[in-house]
């Protein structure tokens, strides 16, 4: 068949596959974007962890946090103009407001009627794309983090079996610390033990290929798919990854240290990643 320039631009652009892969990939998977992406990384020519969306439009996230919620949301607009204009601002705060005063969980006619009144004044196209609300119990606390003029913004919970230690400010700042690491790195889990099945199983098939490659004996093979799956989740997974501020540990390993240090039991729970223009 054949394999327009525009989708091998694609799929490069998925994948940071070159071109003459990308198209060779289409071709052999009959324009199969899905696998070809997975044949490519069999090749070892995809980035496998690759999985944020790009930026398709304007706007600007935000965040709010309280002692018993905390709540975060993307405002989208057509240009970046708007995205700092103050009543758009305005609006971001507003919605907040409505969604605390009313706890809210999903976007309702109201939120909208919010947003198309200020459409009809600044004459440009504005959607409320998505909103997460996390519920903070009396055990837990929240940190938040706005990147920029909104670009990113995070959301991340921490829980403690002692609600004491929740006031202390080495606590508070590892938490922020945890936010700001969110917002550089995207992970795509908490843990390793969050890693869908299904994905995993993916990654496993697409090493076991790459192992079986080398020519290898089977017993060699299994402890390099072992080593590399050890190493995605330290690439993926919040929790193994290294730590913004100390990248020679992980967060996991900072955590356990700051619970040891403190007498007390510190979890992460949660998080929420959102970007201007990505739907994760």
């Known amino acids: 068949m054949g394999i327009k320039a525009v989708d091998v631009k694609k799929l490069r652009d998925m994948t940071g596959a070159g071109m003459l892969d990308c198209k060779k990939a289409l ?3 009959n324009g199969d974007f899905q696998l070809a992406e997975k044949k490519l990384k069999e090749l070892g020519l995809a980035a496998v962890a690759k999985r944020s969306g790009r930026a398709t439009n304007n706007g600007r996230v935000f965040s709010r946090v309280t ?20 009543d758009f601002i305005s609006l971001g705060e507003s919605i907040l407001n409505t969604i605390f005063q009313n706890n809210l969980t999903e976007i309702t006619s109201g939120l909208k009627d919010l947003v198309t009144e ?14 997460s609300v996390l519920n903070i119990a009396e055990n837990e606390i929240a940190a938040e983090y706005i990147h920029g003029e909104g670009s990113i913004g995070v959301l ?3 829980r403690s079996d002692d609600p004491m230690i929740l006031q202390n400010n080495k606590v508070k700042e590892f938490l ?6 969110i917002a550089a790195f995207n992970p795509l889990y908490l843990s390793k033990e969050n890693v869908d099945d299904e994905y995993l199983a993916e990654q496993k098939d697409i090493f076991t290929k790459q192992g079986a490659a080398l020519g290898k004996p089977a017993n060699i093979v299994e402890n390099i798919v072992k080593g590399k799956i050890n190493k995605h989740f330290s690439e ?3 929790l193994q990854q290294g730590f913004v501020k100390d990248d020679k540990s992980s967060v996991e390993t900072i955590l356990k ?3 040891k240090e403190l007498g007390a039991n510190l979890e ?4 929420k990643y959102f970007k201007v223009g990505s739907e994760e």
Do not use: G, Q
């Open 118 to 131: 200020l459409i009809s004044t600044i004459k440009e196209n504005m959607t409320l794309k998505r909103f």
């Open 268 to 271: 992460i729970l949660d998080y």
């Open 156 to 158: 991340v919970k921490l």
């Open 67 to 86: 002692p018993s919620k905390a709540a975060i949301l993307e405002l989208a607009c057509e240009t970046d103009f708007v995205a700092r204009n103050k």
């Open 257 to 259: 240290s700051l619970s």
């Open 236 to 238: 993926i997974c919040f």
């Open 27 to 29: 071709v052999e998977t």
């Open 176 to 181: 922020f610390d945890c936010a700001l690491h």
